[in-house]
């Protein structure tokens, strides 16, 4: 733990010095590249192949894609490499950026399909939809449920004072912590 803090200045002190680094669209075209290079390997996204279930011919792919990234270098990936040298990049690496991406992806699909009327903005398109929608048949969707029971969601515009009175009544009817009741979790997306 002592060496951490070195090794994080060293970190951000070698980003500073690799200006290609800051370049939005330059991490947009390695993220395209590397989603171009995971939609052709079938065992990472998709649980009815064969070899989904199966950790060696994942780590197979993961190994070829790393190679196939690191084989791709610019400006910025030649910064990287660098950079990379001094901090060991791995397969490791590619598994957490897919991960990141595969979540922010799942985020993006869960604001876009909520109903209209239903109180949020409309956000600007992930950059990445179009190139990850290949997951889309491989992404389930869980049954959305609220914690708050139908009618504990009105409000009153009685003041606070009486609503305290009739929560004390309410509590008073209460026998025992058994009659808590919990509700099941919220919609979320999952990618297997």
């Known amino acids: 733990m002592k060496d951490e803090p070195d090794f994080n200045i060293l970190f951000v002190s070698l980003i500073e010095n690799e200006k290609a680094l800051y370049d939005y669209t330059c991490a947009a075209d390695f993220n395209i590249l590397f989603v171009s290079l995971i939609e052709n390997e079938k065992a990472l996204y998709d649980y009815t192949c064969a070899d989904y279930s199966n950790r060696n011919a994942q780590d197979r792919a993961w190994e070829s894609i790393a190679k196939e990234v ?4 610019n400006a910025q990936d030649r910064a990287w490499e660098s950079i990379a040298k001094e901090v060991s990049e791995s397969v490791c690496d590619c598994k957490e950026r897919w991960k990141n991406l595969r979540a922010c992806y799942s985020r993006y699909l869960k604001t876009a399909k909520l109903p209209s009327g239903s109180g949020t903005r409309r956000k600007k398109p992930y950059y990445l939809a179009e190139f990850l929608s290949f997951l889309e048949p491989f992404t389930k969707s869980r ?15 009685q003041p606070a004072s009486l609503l305290q009175t009739e929560d004390d009544e309410q509590n008073a ?10 509700a099941p979790c919220s919609q979320t997306f999952c990618l297997q």
């Open 70 to 73: 690191s084989g791709n270098r």
């Open 143 to 157: 049954k959305q449920s609220g914690n708050l029971g139908g009618d504990s969601t009105t409000f009153s515009s």
């Open 173 to 182: 009817n209460i026998d025992s912590p058994s009659s808590i009741q919990y």
